[in-house]
């Protein structure tokens, strides 16, 4: 079975400023990586997803996120932030290999941007 | 292209009472996955369609959910008889590739 732990619940930042949101997995099969963010009023949108390949992922709206195995991590970042971030982030993985397409997701992190 | 709808935006129910929620798929998914969120807590995975047949259906809670996918187009989730523990917000979410799965904006359930 698969897990996933996103450290923060809650993220305040300054707009323009970094951030970084922690994702954590547990799995003892190879999985894929997700972010999703849901903006207020609104569905799950994706942010990116690792399947292979380069571990550094780019995805829409300036945002990346790298895939380290070692550290069973897959944390997403934006070097600038705008007032339109603010959102919940959800992290999820998949293990379709075992024959299950669902999406495992982490509580989530709300990133709340300040002027 | 329109995105995979869900009708009720909000429902609410007593407890005992039976509540149906509909989901529409993007035009040409074979696949269609419900999830629910409950309060507070991570979003979880019900069941899974393949067209209008049950591939997974390891995240149903309990057999007062009934999961069905007429014709493999649209899909109802019919909770009866509703209880307390059933409020939170259900997902609906379909896809050609499964791994690109596009969410709904959601049904919340609220059981009083």
């Known amino acids: 079975a698969q897990s996933v732990t996103q450290l923060d619940s809650q993220v305040p930042v300054f707009e323009e400023a970094p951030v970084e949101l922690r994702c954590n997995y547990s799995?003892?099969?190879?999985?894929?990586l997700f972010w999703y963010v849901q903006y207020p009023n609104q569905g799950l949108q994706l942010l990116l997803k690792?399947?292979?390949?380069?571990?550094l992922v780019k995805g829409i709206n300036g945002f990346e996120a790298e895939f380290n195995k070692s550290q069973t991590s897959f944390h997403l970042r934006k070097p600038s932030v705008h007032i339109s971030d603010t959102a919940e982030y959800f992290c999820?993985?998949?293990?379709?290999?075992?024959?299950?397409?669902?999406?495992?997701f982490g509580q989530g992190t709300r990133l709340t941007i300040n002027p | 292209e329109a995105g995979v709808t869900q009708f009720p935006s909000h429902s609410v129910i007593e407890k005992g009472q039976t509540v149906t929620l509909r989901c529409d798929p993007i035009?040409?998914?074979?696949?269609l996955y419900w999830y629910r969120r409950v309060m507070g807590k991570e979003i979880k995975f019900l069941l899974h369609?393949?067209?209008?047949?049950?591939?997974?259906e390891s995240g149903m809670p309990n057999n007062r959910f009934l999961a069905e996918r007429t014709g493999g187009t649209y899909s109802t989730l019919k909770v009866q008889p509703a209880e307390l523990e059933d409020s939170g917000v259900y997902f609906c979410?379909?896809?050609?590739?499964?791994?690109?799965?596009?969410f709904g904006p959601g049904t919340r359930l609220t059981v009083t």
């Open positions: 799995s003892s099969v190879s999985v894929y």
């Open positions: 369609f393949v067209k209008e047949s049950k591939q997974d």
């Open positions: 979410a379909s896809s050609q590739r499964w791994h690109e799965q596009y």
């Open positions: 999820a993985v998949s293990a379709p290999l075992q024959g299950a397409q669902k999406l495992v």
């Open positions: 035009s040409g998914h074979d696949n």
């Open positions: 690792y399947l292979s390949g380069s571990t």
